[in-house]
């Protein structure tokens, strides 16, 4: 079993560098599918949803090759089969991007329902609106959804929720039908704006990305590409969060600033400061942190992927704070580690509230899903003794060199394995 050691009580000080950002590269290594040429990737965060994303395609024909730890190349074109699985696609949730990459390569898909943390319902009735305004029939059968079409065809596709997925997969499912789509009530985060950026750069034509209608007029050829990703806006969030946490003295660098905004927003509010330079941002905190409101709510608003991070930084702030969650219904999931730690917070719902105590105390607890994970590291750089973090894997997912980066910094964290406990016969 591999478990996280944390031993807390020391402040974070130094630089930090920015990797790839996951929830662009997630969407991107799929869209990669649509091109009728190499694909060169740059600046990918070495976390375990690339390596299965690569797995993924590999063993639906691609060829691809490593260069270094942060780029690859990726040749599509002995891809010839449009079926993903379940064995395949349960390995991570954005798999279902799968399906409009294959459905934009193909006219069809079939692709089994995807896997990931467990945040809520994931419904992808947005999606699959999308891709029937396209011309697109659906079958789900024994968890695989089926798409297909003669020829997709341009539309307006209202989405009435603002969903990033299926603002994703509805855009790479359009770049080659025939006509323009037109997407309104779209989401507009970062990420959407760096695949949109990724597709033209083969030869797409996508405007209007990064605000609520996106227009897409189809194109028949698309070439290879040499492009590199954003830098990852929760990452960056989650540094910014653990050196006001710790009351310490961070520079996170290769980042946007613009793209945290509302993080660095929030933070002020609570009594840290902030410095935006032109591709970093320094955060440092001398005191105890103050009390803050917070909504999670989609681009530009306060990222839900941040909401545990900042909610742990809170857990010790004079006051009481109030977090309300507008996105996923299970988010507060990893209040239940923090409580065992010795955080007062109350749950009703989807809002959390936050009385702050004077310490954490190390405790063993356990990552959640990805970004409770991260809060779970947070907690323990902030706890006084020693706290064990297990399900790792969970952070796994989406924090490149995790412990090194933070260690960096002056934490004290070791990645253990230890034998799993086996019951004795006889």
Known sequence: MDKFIVRGGTRLCGEVRISGAKNAAVAIIPAAILSDGVCRLENIPAISDVTNSLIILKEMGAEVKRIDANTIEIDPRNISSYIVPHEMANRMRASYYLIGALLGKFSKAKVAMPGGCDLGPRPIDQHLKGFE??????????????????????APVYLDVVSVGATINIMIAAVKARGLTI?????????????????NSMGADIRGAGTDVIKIRGVD????????????QIEAGTYMAAAAATRGDVTIKNVIPKHLESISAKLIE???????????VRVFANGRLNKCVIKTMPH?????????????????????SIISEGIWDNRFRYVEQLVRMGAEITVDGKVAVISGVDELKGAPVK?????????????????TGVTEITDIHYIERGYEDVVNKFCSLGADIERVTTPSPIAKIG
């Open 133 to 154: 305004a396209l011309g697109a029939n659906i079958t789900i059968d024994g968890g695989m959804v089926g798409v297909s079409a003669d020829r997709l065809l341009g």
């Open 183 to 199: 997407i309104e009530n779209a989401a507009k985060e970062p990420h959407i704006v760096d695949l949109a950026n990724f597709l």
């Open 221 to 232: 050829h698309l070439d290879g590409t040499t492009y590199s990703i954003i830098p990852d």
């Open 270 to 280: 609570a009594g840290a400061e902030v410095i935006e330079y032109d591709d970093a």
């Open 300 to 320: 530009p608003g306060f990222p839900t992927d941040m909401q545990p991070q900042i909610s742990t930084m809170l857990a010790t702030a004079t006051g009481t």
């Open 367 to 383: 990552a959640n899903d990805l970004r409770a994970g991260a809060a779970m590291l947070i907690a323990g750089m902030m706890a």
